[in-house]
């Protein structure tokens, strides 16, 4: 089934800001709203962050989600080397009436 | 603190079916989801359906539609996943994670589930 479309690889400096995006369409990120998960290597998923701007607790301010529209985004501020890390975004697709995840994007903090 | 304890790694030959196991704890069960998320080694994430552990309910991924089975034990906070008419392209980790609004908030470690002839 369709999913999500995120860009496979982001590269930033340390400290610099990352902006990364989430696409869909009006069934799942611009009707449902989109969640932020943060995988390393070798472990499960960590939620970032759910319906858009919602940070659970525990998650660092450097993190901040929103959405335009079918897009989602996550900006992670003053990038630090554990920054580094797969970053899935995933909505709930109300034609589908499944989860959808996006493909993915590798942050690699330079 | 909430947990999601999955049981062990599986082996198993094509054809065959698996029963990953998900023990919850930490929180009342029967209030929140449990999704059902399996990643191949290098790939992402692919979801592959929820359950309702108060009423039972489930919805599966087309995909998944036919081989998969999510059912629970309430008396001991379990969740289930079976797959069935197992395949080689099947290997992968299958974790179960909690719903909560909409997201998956807490994640199992993961049951590595092999299949080879």
């Known amino acids: 089934q369709a999913g999500l479309t995120q860009p496979p690889s982001v590269s930033k400096g340390f400290r610099q800001t990352a902006t990364l995006t989430c696409t869909g369409n009006?069934?799942?990120?611009?009707?449902?709203?989109a969640a932020w998960l943060q995988q390393y290597q070798g472990h499960p998923p960590k939620l970032l962050s759910y319906?858009?701007?919602n940070r659970p607790s525990g998650i660092s301010e450097r993190f901040s989600a929103s959405r335009s529209g079918n897009t989602a985004s996550l900006t992670i501020t003053g990038l630090q080397p554990e920054d580094e890390a797969d970053y899935y975004c995933?909505?709930?697709?109300?034609?589908?009436?499944?989860?959808?995840f996006g493909g993915g994007t590798k942050l690699t903090v330079l | 603190q909430v947990q999601l304890v999955q049981s062990g790694a599986e082996v198993k030959k094509p054809g065959a079916s698996v029963k990953v196991s998900c023990k919850a704890s930490?929180?009342?069960?029967?209030?929140?989801?449990i999704n059902w998320v399996r990643q191949a080694t290098g790939q992402g994430l692919e979801w592959m359906g929820w359950?309702?552990?108060?009423?039972?309910?489930?919805g599966y991924a087309q995909k998944f539609q036919g081989r998969v089975t999510m059912t629970r034990d309430t008396s001991i906070s379990t969740a289930y996943m079976e797959l069935s008419s197992l395949r080689s392209e099947d290997t992968a980790l299958y974790y179960c994670?909690?719903?909560?609004?909409?997201?998956?908030?807490?994640w199992g470690q993961g049951t590595l589930v092999t299949v080879s002839s």
């Open positions: 994670a909690r719903g909560n609004e909409g997201a998956p908030d807490y």
């Open positions: 930490g929180y009342t069960f029967t209030s929140y989801d």
């Open positions: 359950m309702n552990p108060n009423s039972g309910n489930t």
């Open positions: 009006s069934n799942n990120v611009g009707n449902q709203g």
């Open positions: 319906r858009n701007d």
């Open positions: 995933s909505a709930w697709d109300s034609s589908l009436s499944a989860v959808v």
